[in-house]
């Protein structure tokens, strides 16, 4: 079974752009989170979709959102970047059984100038 | 209080030796445990996951769950200079899920 994929990989935008980021979950999964990590904060919690529905949310501004199409493929979108976040963007699928973990992405690595 | 809290490390040991790696939690509602490794530049990557106290084992590596005392453990045997990266701790309770800050590991060949 293929693994989380995540495209892109890296990123080089600067300040006041925005990005969109894109995850494809494992087939079969339907839960989709999003995770920004830091190496000052470790991984924080942006989000978390499951069949197209926001289902949790993390303390982020709303410069961070996101979306889940009906494939669960999902996309993070970050408005008006800033310096600060600069950050390796990890999405993570997981399936609806109980005892279910999450399966990490290789992330994606953004810089913002 | 954070929800998990973890010794970051950095934690540096000879190759060959037993590994230690501990988290502590203050929710008793946590269900499940889970240890993740991440290499330098990667996506976190699932090694062992358990949901009931006590010992779980899979090759080199144990994961323990004490839920008396909120306290988890992974340990790690005949270390090698492949396990340098680093460990994380998960707790998930519902769909929510809380990771530790980290732990990096640096076996010494």
């Known amino acids: 079974k293929a693994g989380v994929t995540q495209t892109p990989r890296y990123l080089i935008k600067t300040r006041g752009q925005q990005v969109t980021l894109s995850c494809s979950p494992i087939?079969?999964?339907?839960?989709v989170s999003w995770y920004q990590q830091t190496p000052g904060q470790g991984l924080q919690f942006l989000f978390e979709y499951f069949s197209e529905t926001q289902r949790n949310k993390g303390n982020f501004p709303g410069r961070f959102s996101g979306r889940q199409f009906s494939n669960s493929r999902s996309e993070m979108n970050v408005s008006t970047l800033e310096l600060g976040d600069s950050a390796l963007y990890l999405c993570?699928?997981?399936?609806?059984?109980?005892?279910?973990?999450?399966?990490f992405g290789p992330g994606t690595r953004l810089t913002v100038l | 209080q954070k929800e998990v809290e973890q010794d970051p490390g950095p934690l540096s040991v000879p190759e060959g030796a037993i590994v230690s790696l501990n988290c502590t939690y203050s929710n008793s509602a946590f269900q499940y445990f889970m240890w993740y490794r991440q290499y330098s530049r990667k996506g976190p990557e699932l090694l062992m996951y358990t949901y009931s106290s006590g010992n779980k084992e899979d090759g080199r590596f144990t994961a323990q769950v004490d839920k008396s005392s909120k306290y988890i453990s992974l340990f790690i045997r005949d270390s090698q200079p492949s396990d340098s990266a680093t460990y994380l701790c998960?707790?998930?309770?519902?769909?929510?899920?809380?990771f530790g800050t980290g732990t990096s590991l640096t076996v010494i060949p």
């Open positions: 993570a699928s997981s399936g609806t059984s109980g005892g279910d973990t999450q399966y």
């Open positions: 087939s079969g999964h339907r839960s």
């Open positions: 998960a707790m998930r309770t519902g769909n929510q899920f809380y």
